[in-house]
């Protein structure tokens, strides 16, 4: 991986996102990038294999949702895969505390291995499955409960109530606009309200929406 290069693409991408970045965070998110790819070799963790277009793809796309996580002081990623959003998410914010949760072993053997390369403290993977019933699952209720394109809006909506700590949020990482009635998901699930924003990727100016439910 041409490193120099790689670092100039993230950080233009983040100044285009509008995003401020820890002193550091670049190049600590272009190692966990690296091992991404490598394990990938042994490893379904991502489709994507050209560290250029995964820069974006993973790494931007994941950080897209920053403003949406906030100052979340706890975050829950389920199906966190081979680590997105949450692992880029907590490198911008090292301060929060981080649960990535998967029912695939291997893919949980990538991310504790990412975890400790990167000296990520706070930061710890389990190999479960999220249905519903935190306490039996081991899972600590969080300020912020997010998937990215692990689950369909509705389904999602619902489970994910089930993980929020009081006053906190579950976000949807999404591709295409949802043709629900947010506001009557949110209710149904047991939010107060919800709201949607929609934005492009840096350089390919592909549309994503995010989804919150408060």
């Known amino acids: 991986m041409d490193n120099v290069a790689l670092q100039q693409r993230l950080e233009e991408g983040a100044r285009e996102l509008g995003l401020e970045l820890p002193p550091g965070a670049p190049a600590k998110l272009l190692r966990y ?10 490893v379904n963790l991502t489709a994507i294999r050209e560290p250029e277009e995964a820069v974006e793809l993973h790494l931007l796309d994941s950080l897209a949702v920053l403003p949406e996580v906030g100052g979340a002081r706890s975050l829950l990623d389920v199906g966190a895969g081979g680590g997105l959003p949450g692992i880029p998410l907590k490198i911008a914010r090292p301060q929060m505390e981080l649960v ?49 394109a692990f689950l369909e809006l509705e389904p999602w909506a619902l489970l994910s109530r089930r993980y929020v700590a009081p006053g906190g949020r579950a976000i949807a990482m999404l591709g295409k606009a949802p043709a629900v009635d947010l506001q009557a998901l949110a209710a149904r699930a047991g939010f107060s309200s919800a709201k949607l924003r929609t934005y492009a990727l840096p350089f390919s100016k592909a549309e994503r929406h995010v989804a919150v439910f408060e």
């Open 33 to 42: 990038l690296e091992e991404l790819l490598r394990w990938n070799a042994k």
């Open 100 to 148: 990535l949760v998967d029912a695939v072993a291997k893919k949980v053997g990538f991310l504790k291995a990412a975890v400790a390369l990167l000296g990520l403290a706070g930061a710890k993977a389990i190999h479960g499955r999220a249905e519903g019933a935190p306490e039996r699952e081991g899972l600590a209720r969080a300020e912020a409960v997010i998937c990215r």
